[in-house]
Nanobody, 129 residues
Framework: QVQLVESGGGSVQAGGSLRLSCEIS????????VGWFRQAPGKEREAVAV????????YYPDSKKGRFTVSQDAAKTTVSLQMDRLQQEDSGIYYC??????????????????????WGQGTQVTVSS
């Protein structure tokens, strides 16, 4: 089992920044990717950033490249998401999730919520104009 706890959400004006953290505990060797996902009201959950546990390599959907930065600490128990130049459409609940991807791993699969089976409770981010 893996437990994930998000923190750092809040309210910010458009153009501002927020940094989210995900504390990971439990069987930390049982997953190989950690992702950040956003869910807005009435919309499907979507990936905003993913990091590979083994080497810290980051993956982003095209819409988030350049504004969002994901990283993990040296112990690989904390995954952070730095969000800059926030826009109103970035609002939503942000979830941290861990998953084990095997076989032919593509960026598309890395960004797919269904590939992740351990989820945190989420943290709210609200961006106002």
């Amino acid at each position: 089992q893996v437990q994930l706890v998000e923190s750092g959400g809040g309210s910010v004006q458009a153009g501002g920044s927020l940094r989210l953290s995900c504390e990971i505990s439990g069987d930390i060797l049982s997953y190989n990717y950690v992702g950040w996902f956003r869910q807005a009201p009435g919309k499907e959950r979507e990936a905003v950033a993913v990091v590979a546990r083994r080497d810290g390599r980051a993956y982003y959907p095209d819409s988030k490249k350049g504004r969002f930065t994901v990283s993990q600490d040296a112990a690989k128990t904390t995954v952070s998401l730095q969000m800059d130049r926030l826009q109103q459409e970035d609002s939503g609940i942000y979830y941290c999730a861990a998953g084990t991807l095997t076989g032919g791993i593509t960026t598309s699969r890395r960004l797919r919520p269904g590939e992740y089976h351990y989820w945190g409770q989420g943290t709210q981010v609200t961006v106002s104009s």
